[in-house]
């Protein structure tokens, strides 16, 4: 049988994987494993190693990672495995336009692993706290995913510490050992700063310095996350699901920018869009004080009605 799993949810797919392994090498033995690196492998080097009998073994597993080549691809649609060998095919990304999709995708083994919705992930955490023998809030879940972001493969590996130091996890033991991501500061410093709270904002800002952060790569994110709250500014009366589709945004980002859009005027979103534009600008030409800039900045943002 032939299995292609691809996708972007890393900790999906290869949790996949490792449970295919598992039962094969339980059943037949490691012997009976071989792997193959898809970026270096060829077609016909595939083809050899598919019709070549197994080694002590009544059946051998390949595993081909990182298959990425359209040649290689196309000849997996073509490939006639004896009933001794079993093919698993690691696509990172695959191409939807490409001639070999459609044949893959029809494959019986085809699995597509897609990124769990924002909305998903907290009830997935307690999931996962759960089975193994740890215990976490709906609250809690929601704060550690927004400190790390939805990557589940960093979700997966911030849990086990977590757990490893206290199976009761809290808001406690995350902000003791889970390091934020620059996009979860970047957030919590504007809903600060939105809130009239300059001494949290610029405390937010001092501590991505202290992290190595540069000030423009901080400007940047600011900018980004004004660009969402714009953009769900403009959209009305739209549904966060309608706003997150055409925008092309993660609904759970369009549902949190939007509680603080709509405390704003569309002017002042302007007018400080306007204002970081200068100032990025400013710190990229001119030789000024980058953090005493950006410190003004934020309390700018707190300040103005």
């Not at 077609?43 to 597993?61: C, E, G, H, I, T």
């Not at 990182?66 to 009933?83: F, Q, R, S, Y």
């Not at 215990?135 to 960093?154: E, F, T």
Request: hydrophobic fraction near 45%; include cysteine.
């Amino acid at each position: 049988m032939i299995h292609i799993l691809t996708g972007e949810n890393d900790f999906e797919l290869n949790r996949a994987l490792k449970a295919l392994v598992n039962e094969f090498v339980s059943e037949h033995g490691d012997l009976a494993l071989e792997r193959l690196d898809g970026e270096e492998i060829t077609p016909s080097k595939l083809v050899d190693s598919a019709n070549n009998l197994p080694f002590l073994a009544s059946k051998k597993m390949i595993v081909v990672k990182g298959a990425a080549n359209k040649d290689l691809l196309e000849e997996v649609t073509e490939l006639d495995l004896p009933e001794t060998t079993e093919l698993i095919v690691v696509v990172p990304k695959i191409d939807k336009r490409a001639s070999y999709y459609k044949k893959l995708s029809k494959m019986k083994g085809f699995m597509n692993f897609s990124n769990s919705s924002a909305n998903q992930l907290p009830a997935w955490v307690i999931d996962t706290v759960k089975s193994q023998k740890g215990k976490i809030s709906h609250s809690d879940a929601q704060y550690l995913v927004d400190v790390v972001g939805y990557n589940q493969m960093l979700l997966s590996s911030e849990m086990n510490k977590l757990i490893t130091y206290d199976p009761e996890i809290t808001k406690q033991t995350i902000d003791l050992l889970c390091e934020p991501t620059p996009q979860a500061t970047v957030f919590q410093l504007l809903d600060a700063a939105f809130a009239g709270d300059i001494e949290k904002a610029q405390k937010l800002y001092r501590e991505q310095r202290v992290q190595k952060v540069e000030p423009v790569a901080i400007m940047g994110l600011i900018a980004w996350q004004l660009h969402i709250l714009a953009t769900v500014k403009l959209a009305g009366d739209r549904s966060v699901n309608q706003i997150a589709k055409q925008a092309k945004l993660n609904p759970y980002v369009v549902q949190k920018s939007k509680r603080i859009a709509d405390k704003m005027t569309l002017a002042k979103i302007k007018q400080l869009v306007s204002d970081a534009l200068q100032l990025d600008i400013d710190m990229k030409s001119k030789n000024i004080n980058a953090d005493e800039a950006m410190m003004f900045y934020i309390a700018k943002i707190s300040l103005e009605e």
